[in-house]
């Protein structure tokens, strides 16, 4: 009997203590997720004084049948799909890399973190200098002392270079992430397996599929789930870097803010989190987080 009055008395102790925080998320989470889903209804006219008038659901239908809409959901995914593939990689292999004891491996791998932790405007800006068509460093290399161009390519203004530049430059700003991760949970390994494995006559590539695999994958998981959700939602690299990406991010922000159309504005938000979260359902049943599929 005074087990289970403890129990109670320290879950209404335990909600006591959480209840800022649930006052919190509904107020920056809730309410606004709620507003957006009403918005998404309505018509709404610039002047705030204005009333606003419900259309049910064309907003959304003008979307489904705009073919904009889904060349942008089709750049979104090809976009996402590559940065995720392209930093995990990177940043499990440069994980696998610095595991091991060598001299200056705290400098090193406070290098490596330079990038995420760098404001992203700076870094956008120092891409678009290298890249530019008059003065770059990438045009002096590749025109003035390799001849591989006759003249220097604009590459944020073309649609196809643009996209693999964004995207070249999304893997290189977040594998970070992704290397802090592996590497945290790569320490947490038993050198005795790998021992074992060397015993048995196993290479690299055994070693790993057998050894590192398994105990990553919770981490794995994890990280493609997160990285997925940010880069499909990402804005202000790809808007800042160029005008030719016109990813849903770009699209949803022309809507708003260039076309002042709020309600269509909500209704693509509103598409983009239930895209996502089919997504994210069908990824964590897929993946076993204790490290089988």
Known sequence: MKTKVYKRSDFKLAMILLAPSFVLLAALV????????????????????????????TNYLDILKDPEFYSSLGLTVGYTVLVVAGSTVLGLAVAIFFNRDFKFRKTARSLIILSYVTPSISLIFAWKYMFNNGYGIVNYFTVDLLHMFDSAPLWFDNP?????????????RYFPYAFISFLAILQTIDNSLYEAADMDGAN????????????????LATVVTLRAIWMFYMFTDVYLLTNKVNILGVYLYKTAFAFNDLGKAAAISVILFVIIFVVIIFTRKRVDLNGGK
């Open 204 to 219: 690299f590539w055994q070693k790993f599929k057998i050894v590192t695999l398994p105990a990553i994958m919770p981490v």
């Open 160 to 172: 196809v270079s643009s996209f693999f530049l964004v995207v070249l430059f999304a893997i290189w």
């Open 30 to 57: 809730l309410y606004p997720m709620l507003s957006n889903i009403q918005i998404s209804f309505l018509e709404m006219p610039l002047n705030p004084n204005l009333q606003s008038t419900f259309i049910g659901l």
